[in-house]
């Protein structure tokens, strides 16, 4: 969003650095598009949380069992999981809005 900050990383993680700073930048770029949140601050906390949010979801995920491995019945299971979560996200988010509009503080 127009910040410059001076970063250290691991002699090989500029790479991965740069990929964790364009996918804060375009979360916080997300919210900030949407309008509904102002300051910075406030982008930067709903950004965090909603990657981490996900990155946690990821990593609760069951991990796809091979192709040939799993049932032929399986293949038509709905996934209507997605929905479920983005509207979980969407709550999550809205409840944090709403904690964060009085003064700005988390606690």
């Known amino acids: 969003m127009g910040q410059s900050y001076l970063l250290g990383c691991p002699e090989d993680g500029e790479a991965q650095l740069r990929e964790a700073v364009d996918r804060v ?3 916080m770029c997300k919210i900030r598009d ?15 949380l909603n990657l981490a949010f996900d990155l946690v979801q990821r990593e609760a995920a069951p991990a796809p069992a ?10 038509s299971v709905p996934a209507s999981n997605a929905t479920d979560d983005d509207a979980r996200a969407a709550q999550l988010v809205q ?12 606690l």
Do not use: C, M, N
Request: charged fraction near 25%.
């Open 25 to 27: 930048d375009a979360a």
């Open 34 to 48: 949407a309008g509904k949140v102002k300051a910075r601050d406030r982008i930067a906390v709903l950004a965090s």
């Open 66 to 75: 091979p192709a040939s491995a799993q049932p032929a019945e399986s293949a």
């Open 95 to 106: 409840r944090l809005d709403q904690a964060l509009a009085g003064d700005g503080l988390l």
